[in-house]
């Protein structure tokens, strides 16, 4: 089982940007597709942008096209989420996800397709 653990969260203005950094240990993440999820307060957790372990193929929600990216560094075992031109509907718990894939144009972009969970990061927009 791969631990992880977000970081990167904050507040920041409209228009500003974050990074999220999601550390991973235990397993390596090479053969791991990953995800990022957020979860606004009374709203259900959302799919926000995927990225399958050979980085090859990405998904993104409409919502963050065109503004938030994933990478992802293998010598760090660490996936980036870089997010700009935040708005306050930006604002949610973010949470990175993990998932052993049998290919590498696999990202899923279901919460229930990934089996292991950071603890998420807060990330606040004020506008």
């Known amino acids: 089982q791969v631990q992880l653990v977000e970081s990167g969260g904050g507040l920041v203005q409209a228009g500003g940007s974050l990074r999220l950094s999601c550390a991973a240990s235990g397993r390596t993440l090479s053969r791991y597709a990953m995800g990022w999820f957020r979860q606004a307060p009374g709203k259900e957790r959302e799919f926000v942008i995927s990225?399958?372990?050979?980085?090859?193929?990405?998904y993104y929600a409409d919502s963050v096209k065109g503004r938030f990216t994933i990478s992802r560094d293998s010598t760090k075992n660490t996936v980036f989420l870089q997010m700009n031109s935040l708005k306050p509907e930006d604002t949610a718990v973010y949470y990175c996800a993990a998932e052993e894939t049998a290919a590498d144009w696999i990202a899923p972009i279901r919460a229930y397709e990934y089996h292991s969970w950071g603890q998420g990061t807060q990330v606040t927009v004020s506008s």
């Open positions: 990225i399958s372990w050979s980085g090859g193929r990405i």
